[in-house]
């Protein structure tokens, strides 16, 4: 897996890049098959505090591409908010890969 963090009007700490990969491991959880992973961390220029710090990302998995994007008053919040989104589209998927069909009895004869 490809990796990415990049920071938009911030400086991305070791504290900071620690925590976006350690939530990132429960992606690669549910489904292995992740191939690339970009994650930006922006900081808007907004009056209000509210939704000021803006986190997204972009997951390319076997099959297709997925993103997310996430804004809170605290970073780690929206990274937070951000990997939850991530993690329902992942299990959504891959439930789209496995089959549900069942053979039918007269075929198993």
Excluded: W
């Amino acid at each position: 897996m490809n990796l990415t963090i990049s920071g938009h009007h911030l400086e991305i700490t070791p504290a900071l890049r620690s925590y976006v990969t350690g939530k990132l491991d429960r992606i690669t959880r549910h489904f292995d098959q992740v191939v690339d992973v970009k994650v930006l961390l922006s900081i808007e220029n907004q009056k209000e505090k509210e939704g000021r710090q803006k986190a997204e990302c972009n997951i390319h998995v076997k099959g297709s591409d997925m993103f997310a994007e996430s804004a809170h008053e605290d970073l780690y919040a929206a990274v937070d908010d951000l990997v939850d989104k991530l993690d329902r589209q992942v299990v959504r998927h891959k439930d789209r890969l496995q089959s549900h069909h069942h053979e039918s009895p007269k075929r198993l004869m």
